[in-house]
């Protein structure tokens, strides 16, 4: 009778473990757990600049009123008055030309603005992208005025924002008020911004802080997930491939012996039958 696969210590082959298959399992699930993470991880991107006007590096040769900067995301107004988000306009001297108030709309950060004579001017933001993380940059331009355009004189420091009817009508954006004029008895005191325009002031500055805090907090649980993940999935491909190979050890060690027995006691019975009675016969 044919030895059966157990007799020669070999398991049937339906029956056999896959070792890759085993692995390709694992590997798979530490994958999933990363693709898992990954939506977390990408909303915690902050917000860049995709478009300004004027644009980066331009030369700006036609009348400008506003000076605007668009993210690739909403940026937020923690405050509600618009002091979260600030944008200036300046020279290469550092005054101001901006009006003071910055507007927030959906993705827009924008200001009213006065330039003065032709040269470099930078506009410099500071904004609350959508994952609570505050950002920060300047772009350059130059400014070429056409003829007969008004030079402002501009602010030696950023002007506080005048919602009133006759600052609205007044000298227009970039102009110092009274209280701002060189060499005035206040302008000292109109030298430092108001709180309302200092995004880092008061309840506004702590809750962007807050936000900030959290926020890192978020992405280092992240980060220290997905690498337990990985951990654990190469760890267990570890105890697959052991296991497997000891177990492999297992089956062919005593089957080998146990066939080389069986081959010898059938060699002896073979011999036994050719020396016995009707031996030779046919």
């Known amino acids: 009778m044919p030895a059966s696969s157990t007799a020669t210590g ?3 082959a339906g029956r056999r473990p896959s070792r890759v298959a085993l692995v390709a399992g694992v590997v798979g699930v530490g994958a999933a ?29 036609a009348e ?60 410099t933001y500071q904004a609350v992208s959508a994952d609570g993380h505050t950002v920060s940059a300047s772009l350059p331009f130059t400014w070429t005025p056409p003829a007969g355009a008004a030079v402002a004189e501009g602010a030696a420091s950023r002007p506080a924002c005048d919602t009133s009817d006759e600052g609205a009508g007044g000298d227009g954006a970039g102009q110092p ?31 962007l802080a807050q936000t900030a805090d959290a926020d890192e907090s978020n992405l280092g649980l ?35 012996d146990v066939d080389a027995a069986d081959v010898e006691e059938a060699a002896d019975r073979g011999d036994a039958r050719d020396s016995g009675p009707g031996a030779g016969r046919d």
């Not at 302008?187 to 702590?206: I, K, L, M, R």
């Not at 951990?231 to 267990?236: E, P, S």
């Open 64 to 123: 400008l009123t506003e000076a605007s900067i668009t993210f690739n995301d909403v940026i937020l107004d923690l405050s509600g008055t618009g002091s979260s988000n600030v944008l200036e306009v300046t020279d290469a001297s550092g005054r101001h030309f901006e009006d003071g108030c910055s507007a927030t709309s959906g993705a827009t950060l924008s200001t009213g603005v006065a330039l003065g004579a032709a040269g470099d001017y930078t506009m």
């Open 33 to 61: 757990g990363l693709l898992a993470l990954a939506p977390v991880s990408s909303a915690s991107a902050h917000d860049y600049v995709v478009s300004s006007a004027p644009a980066e590096g331009s030369t700006q040769s």
């Open 177 to 207: 008020t009274a209280s701002e004029e060189p060499g005035g008895a206040d302008s000292t005191s109109a030298a430092a911004p108001s709180a309302s325009a200092d995004p880092t002031d008061g309840a506004t500055g702590e809750a």
């Open 222 to 256: 992240v980060v220290g997930i997905g690498i337990g993940i990985v951990v654990l999935a190469l760890v267990a491909v570890v105890v697959v491939l052991v296991t497997s190979r000891r177990r492999g050890d297992d089956l062919a060690g005593p089957a080998g």
């Open 10 to 12: 070999r398991a049937p």
